[in-house]
Structures are given as C-alpha cells and as structure tokens.
C-alpha cells in the first residue's frame, strides 16, 4: 500500500510539474539593457505580447528566425546577429511567451502560435527568404511552423523525434503518453517540410541524444543532411564550425 501511494505521489508531482521541468526558462530575469538588436513587439493571436530582438538583413537579404533551447534566452545570441550580419543576412530571436519580456503562460500550442506571430511578423517586414533555426525545444518549434508556412530552409540543432519519446525514456517506470501536455510530435508533422533541411547534432549529447535526432533525421523528407559533432555535446554545440555550416547553408537555400 506504501509503494502505491509513494508511487501516485510521485506521478502527480510529474504531472503538475511536466510544464515547470519543460521550460524552465521562464523562470528567468528581465532581458539584459545591453542587448543586441532591436527591440519588436509581437502580438500573438491570442492577445498575448512578445519581446523580440531583430538585426534587420540587408535589402534582399535572407533572415534567420530563431527558436532557442528550453532554458535559453534572446539576449545570448549577440554572436549569431554578428555572425549572420557580417554577410547581410539578419537575425529575428523571439522570447516565448512566459519568458523574459514576454506576456503568458508556456505551452506546446502557446509556443506555436508564438512562431506564427513571429513568422507573419518578420515576412510583413522583410522582402527576403525565411529561414528557421531551431535549437533543442526549439526545433520543435521550427518543424511545426515550417510545416504551416513557406521558408527557404529549416536549421534543426539538438533536435528530437519529439518530447513524448525522451519523457519515455527518462521516466521509463511511468506511463507517459496519457498524461503528457506538450508531446511536440516533430515525427508527425517534419514529412510535411519539403523545403532544405539542415541537421546538427553532438554525439556526445545526453539530454537529447544522437539517436532521437537521428530519427527525426530519418523520418524527414529529402533535401537533408546531418552533420554529427564527435566533441560536443548538448550545451557546448555552438563552435566556429557551427556558425559556419549554418552560414554556408542559409546562402545555398537563399539563392533564387
């Protein structure tokens, strides 16, 4: 009876705390004075409203929208926009809601609908090619989105099958699928992204392993490539490398 009990305890604890374990970087401070960019305000469908930091490209140049890591923030990409503006291309980072500068609760559906927003945000605004990055949670962000709007390519770093599969392997002794909120099902919806697709993951990485992106990976329709890291890891994969297979892939999708 003991066992019972303990073991329902700790199923409710996993329940009402799936969303605080799942973006833990709402719990952040307000975004850095010093920050990059230009401020934007964003509204979503919903009403709510949404910090975002955007390097405009050049005339005619493309733009990257960016969907950072769980418990990331906006204000550390300040090497991404310098990176990306030494070639013209621009750089639009958005703070999901609930996160700093921005109104709202997180939420699978609130982070899409956030994506969106910024989507239709950045195309009112700039005459260039879109494409998506997608870092960890992100990529799920970026793979729901892409497969509702057109974009010249799609960045998918550390990314995942989808949240159901890593929560069932992390808590293998509970049965997760009926009780997960926010399963970001990437598997389901990549088949719909015919635009370029580029993978980069460390095999070193144990929060999101190899083996989850290799899977998206392998369900994603062609034009795709993978680049695998032996040295990284999770939070270590940005690298000159990185920033220079992102910069040689957003030229190649960009180009009319």
Same mark, same amino acid.
Request: charged fraction near 15%; avoid cysteine.
């Given at each position: 009876m003991a066992l019972a009990v303990a073991y329902a305890g700790l199923m409710a604890v996993l329940f009402f705390a799936q969303r605080a374990l799942l973006y833990p970087g709402a719990t952040g401070g307000p975004v850095s004075a010093n920050h990059w960019g230009q401020v934007a305000d964003i509204v979503t469908s919903d009403g709510e409203r949404l910090?975002?930091?955007?390097?405009?490209?050049?005339?005619?140049? /493309?733009?990257?929208?960016?969907?950072?890591?769980?418990?990331?923030?906006?204000?550390?990409?300040?090497? %991404?926009?310098?990176? %990306?503006?030494?070639?013209?291309?621009?750089?639009?980072?958005?703070?999901?809601?609930?996160? /700093?500068?921005?109104?709202?609760?997180?939420?699978?559906?609130?982070?899409?609908?956030?994506?969106?927003?910024?989507?239709?945000?950045?195309?009112?605004?700039?005459?260039? /090619?879109?494409?998506?990055?997608?870092?960890?949670?992100?990529?799920?962000?970026?793979?729901?989105?892409?497969?509702?709007? %057109?974009?010249?390519?799609?960045?998918?770093?550390?990314?995942?099958?989808?949240?159901?599969?890593?929560?069932r392997r992390t808590y293998s002794f509970v049965p997760v699928a009926p009780f997960l909120k926010d399963p970001f099902r990437s598997d389901l919806r990549i088949g719909g992204i015919d635009a370029p697709k580029l993978f980069i993951h460390g095999r070193l990485d144990t929060l999101v392993p190899v083996a989850r992106g290799a899977a998206l990976y392998d369900a994603a329709p062609e034009p795709k490539r993978m680049l695998i890291l032996d040295g990284a890891g999770h939070n270590d994969i940005w690298s000159e490398r990185v920033l220079r297979e992102i910069e040689g892939f957003v030229d190649e999708v960009s180009v009319p």
């Open positions: 910090l975002a930091l955007h390097s405009p490209a050049r005339e005619g140049h /493309p733009t990257v929208l960016h969907f950072h890591g769980n418990a990331d923030r906006v204000d550390r990409f300040e090497f %991404l926009a310098r990176s %990306l503006a030494e070639r013209g291309t621009g750089l639009l980072a958005l703070s999901y809601r609930g996160y /700093p500068g921005s109104t709202g609760t997180p939420s699978e559906t609130g982070l899409i609908a956030d994506r969106i927003a910024a989507y239709d945000w950045l195309v009112s605004r700039s005459g260039g /090619p879109v494409i998506l990055l997608g870092q960890s949670l992100g990529s799920g962000v970026a793979v729901a989105v892409a497969a509702e709007r %057109l974009v010249a390519g799609v960045v998918l770093i550390s990314a995942y099958d989808s949240i159901l599969e890593l929560a």
